[in-house]
């Protein structure tokens, strides 16, 4: 994410190359993205059958975790443990969503959303890591993105219609792929510790769920 403190600067231990550093913590992430989904694949089965009464008290306590793993970053044991909580609440909440749309006859578009989040999270990634450009600098400005988001996102609740839904939903797919080559990137510059590690992941899985929920919005036709 964004918001998230920058990493230090890695410096290269003697003998050590600075991409054998981004390897090892690009391995890291990507060990570390795995199990996190799995955690939340668990969390979305237990949210399915969830009463929707539940979601707004799992939406607070995903964002006391969010803050919980950027700050026992350094922790280890404790990182990695409230990384996995979070995607399992995260899992949950994600339950009721897809119970929603499945519900309503989207079944199929749910699936659809998916296989394009995961075709897209891949090239993506590949651009992240292949580019050469220093995408550092486009942190002020996707935060800003982020925010300008979120204030759009409860207008619309109240003064929105469907053509601002509809752009809402673009802009979010947009912003958080965006994010997503960003946080990928960060794997190669950021140094080779778990606590960085456990950070990229936050953000990186992050990014991946935001954009599944805004493609499907759009595949759904934007429907409320």
């Not at 550092?136 to 003064?159: C, D, E, K, P, R």
């Amino acid at each position: 994410m964004s918001s998230m403190p920058p990493e230090r600067v890695q410096r290269a231990p003697f003998g050590t190359t600075t991409g054998e550093l981004a390897s090892g913590l690009l391995a890291k992430v990507f060990g570390l993205l795995a199990f996190s989904f799995a955690a939340s694949a668990v969390g979305g089965l237990v949210g399915y059958r969830l009463s929707p009464s539940w979601f707004l008290p799992l939406i607070l306590v995903e964002f006391g975790l969010i803050f919980a793993v950027q700050r026992m970053r350094e922790r280890e044991g404790w990182n990695v443990a409230l990384l996995y909580t979070f995607t399992f609440v995260s899992g949950m909440t994600l339950g009721p969503i897809i119970a929603a749309y499945t519900s309503a006859g989207l079944g199929l578009v749910v699936l659809q959303a998916a296989g394009v989040t995961a075709a897209m999270t891949v090239g993506l990634s590949f651009y992240a890591l292949g580019t050469k450009r220093d995408l550092s600098g486009l942190q002020t400005y996707v935060f800003l993105g982020l925010l300008g988001l979120i204030v759009a996102s409860v207008a619309n609740i109240w003064v929105g219609g469907p053509a601002l839904y509809a752009l809402l939903s673009w802009g979010g797919a947009l912003l958080f792929s965006v994010l997503l080559v960003f946080d990928v990137n960060r794997t190669r510059r950021a140094e080779d510790t778990l606590g960085n590690a456990v950070v990229i992941t936050l953000g990186i899985y992050l990014d991946i769920v935001n954009l599944f929920l805004f493609i499907l919005r759009i595949l759904s036709g934007n429907r409320r």
